[in-house]
């Protein structure tokens, strides 16, 4: 499975962006599908899963009500909608695909990692 995450970008606080989550290769439709992410200096942390049909969504408390997770599994793509931005929002946005679609959204427990894009929000 290989997994390219594109959109990120700069935006002033209050902004908002769209990333994406193109997959290749594998059963997409049958993965679950986080976002992490991870700031200079800190660990990787989840952000945002959605389960294999999406039925099910989790977020971190941080982001609850600014960024909404979403999946297009004709498209094999899934996106974060992230509004409101902060800087602390400010970091390496990774997508990854778990091969159990109930995921527990753990870093370690995904299997599949994308290459990050960056996303840097100024005040």
């Known amino acids: 499975v290989q997994l390219q995450a594109s959109g990120g970008g700069s935006v002033q606080a209050g902004g908002s962006l769209r990333l994406s989550c193109a997959a290749s290769g594998g059963t997409f439709s049958m993965y679950g599908m986080g976002w992490f992410r991870q700031a200079p200096g800190k660990e990787r942390e989840f952000v945002a899963g959605?389960?294999?049909?999406?039925?099910?969504?989790s977020y971190a408390d941080s982001v609850k009500d600014r960024l909404t997770i979403s999946r297009d599994n004709a498209a094999k793509t899934v996106y974060l909608q992230m509004d409101s931005l902060t800087p602390e929002d400010t970091a390496v946005y990774y997508c990854a695909a778990d091969l159990w679609p109930y995921s527990s959204w753990s870093v370690e427990g995904m299997d599949y990692w994308g290459k990050g894009t960056q996303v840097t929000v100024s005040s």
């Open positions: 959605i389960t294999w049909r999406g039925g099910r969504t």
